[in-house]
C-alpha cells in the first residue's frame, strides 16, 4: 500500500522489513484499520518524547475505502496517543503535488509551513506541515470511527 500509493514514482523506501523495523521501534506507533479481514489503511507515526514532538511517516487509505472517515480514524488514534504521551507538535511532509493529501491534513488542523525544494529524490518538492496538540481543537470532518488494531497486537 505504501509503496503504490505513497512513494508511487520513487525509489522504494518502505519495504517490508523497513516496516516491521518500525513496528518493532519502541518509540513508533503504527496502526491499522480493518474491517472484517481487509486493510483499509495504516498509520505510521514515530515519537520523540524527549522533544515533545512526533512525526508522521505514513498514512495511507485504499482507494475504494476513501472519504469515509478512515483516515482521520487513523489519525485520532495517533493524536490520542501522542496526547497522552505528551506531544505538543506533529510534523509531517507531503508531496506537493498532492493536493488531497494536503486537504485532508488541513481538515485535520494542520498547516503548511515550509516548501523543501527537490526533497524527493532532488526532483519533487515537499510541503511540510505541523500540527499543535495543545489545545485541543476540533476536526471539520463528518465521518468517524473505524475497527482499529495496533500493529503490537
Ligand atoms: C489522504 C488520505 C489518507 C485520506 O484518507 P480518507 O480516509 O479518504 O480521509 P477521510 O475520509 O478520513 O477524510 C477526512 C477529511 O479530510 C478531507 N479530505 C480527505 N481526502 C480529501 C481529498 N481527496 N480532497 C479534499 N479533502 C479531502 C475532507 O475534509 C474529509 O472530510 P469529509 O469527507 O467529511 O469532507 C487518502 O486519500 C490516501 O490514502 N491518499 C494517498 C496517500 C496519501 O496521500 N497519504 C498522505 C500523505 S503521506
Known amino acids: 500500500m505504501s509503496r503504490s500509493l505513497i512513494e508511487r514514482g520513487l525509489t522504494w523506501r518502505w519495504t ?33 518524547f ?10 495511507a487509505v485504499d482507494p475504494a475505502a476513501r ?14 496517543i501522542a496526547r497522552r504521551g505528551g506531544i505538543a507538535r506533529v510534523g ?3 508531496r506537493a503535488e498532492n493536493s488531497g493529501g494536503r486537504a485532508f491534513y488541513h481538515a485535520l488542523g494542520f498547516r503548511e509551513v515550509a516548501r523543501l525544494r527537490g526533497y524527493y529524490e532532488s526532483r519533487e518538492d515537499a510541503l511540510r506541515m505541523v500540527a499543535d496538540l495543545r489545545p485541543r481543537r476540533r476536526c471539520s470532518c463528518s465521518a468517524e470511527g473505524r475497527e482499529l488494531r495496533t500493529a503490537r497486537g
Open 67 to 80: 472519504r469515509s472517515g478512515v483516515g482521520l480514524a487513523l489519525w485520532r488514534w495517533l493524536e490520542t
Open 50 to 59: 524527549l522533544r515533545s514532538e512526533a512525526h508522521m511517516l505514513l498514512l
Open 16 to 48: 517490508p522489513q523497513a516496516v516491521v523495523s518500525q513496528i518493532r521501534d519502541s518509540e513508533t506507533a503504527v496502526v491499522v484499520a480493518w474491517a472484517d479481514d481487509r486493510m483499509l489503511g495504516f498509520a505510521i507515526m514515530g515519537f520523540r
Open 92 to 94: 509531517l511532509e507531503v
